[in-house]
């Protein structure tokens, strides 16, 4: 059996070509790597998906970064949305490429993803970054201030292999900081999280609350892994990257006049490699936060509620009226908040849609691979001639 390619050692000095370790490829995707046919070696290499703008993937080998497109078969019916490459991937492109005229061959397995539901009525899985250890979710704490967008934000991180890290931005905007720290912490479930502010110092403040701030998020950083920040527009989160690196990584534009926050800028997903060796994928906001859910993303984000589920008479509960339901009875008691109750039943039911949804959608696809299959096979029957209609 080849190594698992999803292993996240990093190369560093063991690397046949540093050029590539400082992009992510780590020890077991290179002994993967060599693991293929030769032929494939021969006319191939490897690169990692680092821009996607208008269609149009850049991609960066050991030598050089090229512009490439993604071939027709990933949009044709039957193939899964979900497995078209996108920022962070690893594919694999040809050594000999005529300029303009390069197209992406294969797609390396993926170590992590984040994905989302597509905007729109669609059940159809959209992956905006692949291939990322930590993802910074990043939540304004003025007036954009949602638990229950932290809920999605963290079952989806969870479900895509990622470890989730919470950071609560514009601290200095937030007149009940000490409150909204201690909600959020009840919602963690062993992930990290940083309090932020870049027009203030919060050092004295955080350190009253016994909370983490910049200065230990710069600190927790490493070389060689890659992160993403992700939340809605206007959170913050290029001018956050910005302050942690001390360099203008990405654009912002100027704070509007009437509220003085500042304006989102991000219009495509980008990966850069930062001072340290950190790489990062900048992500526009996520306009419609409806996360690709499944249950144990959402288990392990609703840990307290899923242990009491444990102890309920019928494994099905659905935790409405069923009798000896034991999390209505922890409601009952108060051991659990009505509000993240409603949440965790409300993304459960949205889960089981999606799932309803996309089994239906995979079995038009198979039916229509199957019409196509037999329509091959009509067209190479040989023709039958009938001898016996001339006698």
């Known amino acids: 059996m080849p190594p698992d390619p999803t292993d996240l050692t990093p190369l560093g000095a063991r690397s046949s070509d540093p050029r590539l370790a400082a992009w992510g490829w780590t020890r077991h995707r290179e002994l993967w790597w060599d693991g293929q046919q030769e032929e494939d070696r021969s006319r191939l290499e490897p690169g990692r998906v680092v821009k996607e703008l208008r269609g149009v993937l850049e991609v960066q080998t050991a030598s050089e970064r090229i512009d490439t497109r993604i071939p027709g078969r990933y949009f044709q019916p039957g193939s899964d949305p979900a497995e078209v490459p996108t920022v962070g991937d690893w594919v694999l492109v040809p050594r000999e490429r005529p300029p303009g005229d390069c197209w992406i061959e294969r797609v390396l397995p993926r170590s992590s993803k984040f994905s989302r539901k597509v905007a729109g009525n669609q059940t ?118 910005n302050t942690l690196f001390g360099e203008q990584v990405m654009r912002v534009r100027s704070v509007r006049e009437r509220d003085e926050r500042g304006q989102h800028t991000t219009s495509h997903r980008e990966l850069v490699r930062l001072p340290g060796g950190t790489l990062l994928i900048d992500n526009p906001g996520v306009r419609e936060l ?36 034991a999390v209505r009875e922890a409601l009952e008691r108060g051991s659990i908040d009505e509000q993240r109750l409603d949440s965790f039943l409300k993304l459960e039911q949205e889960s089981q849609q999606q799932a309803e949804r996309r089994r239906e959608r995979e079995r038009a696809q198979e039916s229509l691979r199957s019409r196509k299959r037999k329509a091959r096979k009509t067209r190479r029957r040989p023709e039958r001639h009938d001898d016996t209609a001339s006698e």
């Not at 027009?199 to 892994?225: F, H, I, N």
């Not at 499944?294 to 494994?315: L, M, Q």
């Open 290 to 325: 409806q996360g690709w859910l499944v249950d144990e993303g959402i288990e392990e984000t609703f840990e307290e509620i899923r242990s009491i589920a444990a102890d309920c008479r019928f494994r099905d509960c659905r935790h409405q009226q069923e009798p000896g339901c």
């Open 124 to 241: 159809v899985e959209q992956v905006v970054a692949a291939n990322v250890d930590d993802l910074f979710i990043v939540m304004g704490l003025d007036g954009g201030f949602n638990l229950r967008r932290l809920e999605r934000f963290l079952a989806a991180a969870r479900d895509g292999g990622a470890r989730p890290v919470v950071v609560l931005n514009k601290a200095d905007l937030a007149s009940d900081l000490a409150q909204r720290i201690a909600a959020v912490r009840d919602q963690l479930h062993g992930a990290a999280l940083y309090v932020t502010s870049s027009k203030r110092d919060l050092g004295e403040q955080l350190l009253q609350l016994s909370v983490d701030g910049l200065t230990e998020l710069r600190r927790a950083l490493e070389p060689g892994r890659t992160i993403a920040f992700v939340g809605s527009s206007g959170v913050g989160k290029s001018t956050l990257v």
